[in-house]
């Protein structure tokens, strides 16, 4: 990892012009992260930009751009357009994630020829291949726990305010401690709280409408139990976000018995998203990876075209039992 720190630290002085990028639907691992990132480049002097669009961020991350604004804390977004545009001689830097398809803007990678990826998830053969570094560990809990480290490698120390969303990123991203935890994520959130990180304001943050909380307990609701220690949770016909998908997945696991949770659910007209948490004793990265998609063994998700929710259960009913039958042979 300290190779890695130092070849992106020359990386960044080398460069007149960076762009920062997490994957579509961001969260406060991979935005958050991008966001301390940022401040580190400002401080050297180097123009760059996050490519972002504030108008489809969850309701958590408005509200964390708010707060940037209210108290002048200086940013620089740019969108997906803007960022093609005189993109040659540009440093681009994925952050939480290693594959194209999921990128905010993925048409940056055939355009890009300097490229650094960062990310926290089991390395998948479709990952991003022209790569100037490359740093993708999934014994790390999360993509803030690297950057931190970063940012502590070159002695830069973020205000109060940027470690509240990294700490934020770093409990949504290990479920408040209960996945992939170790001591040095202990760590990290401990020398979060020591550069200031408020926990009202984390909490104000990730703050609910009660209409949210409902409607979530109505969807937990429907769930059933696929096998002894397997919950599902089909959705409606509505549109959801995946952060919605992943809070479902992430609250079945509190119930008695289930030690793996899958939430269904259309992400898009006619996209459905699938979005799986395991305690640990199931590998639901090798169920998502069946798929095509991905992630980690307590923690993966993908996204399956042109088929009804019922369709969508029986492949993963199906990708289950195909599991399942390789665990017995």
Known sequence: MEQ???TLTELIKKSN?????THANPDFDGLGSAIALQQFINRIGIENYIIVNKRDLNESLKKAFSILDKKNIKYQIISKTEALK???RTLLIVLDTHKKQMLECPQTIDKCNNIVVCDHHIKSKDNIKNTSISYINSNMSSTVEIITNYLRFVNFKVNEII?????VGLEVDTNTFKLKTTPATYETAAYLTKLGADSILKQELL??????????????EKSFMLN????????????YEKRDLAIVAEELLQFE????????GYVNKNIIGISARSIGTVD???IMTKLGGGGHMNEAATQLEDLSLKEAFEKLKGAIEWKLFLLKT
Request: charged letters at 25%; aromatic letters at 16%.
């Open 4 to 6: 890695f720190f130092k």
């Open 17 to 21: 012009y960076i762009l920062i990028e």
């Open 86 to 88: 005189n993109i040659d």
């Open 163 to 167: 470690a509240t969303f990294l700490l």
């Open 207 to 220: 703050k609910q409408s009660k209409e949210y909380y409902l409607k979530k307990q109505k969807l937990i």
């Open 228 to 239: 002894k220690n397997t919950a599902v949770c089909i959705f409606d016909e509505n549109i």
């Open 257 to 264: 018995n289930v030690e793996a949770s899958y939430a269904i």
């Open 284 to 286: 639901v990265e090798t």
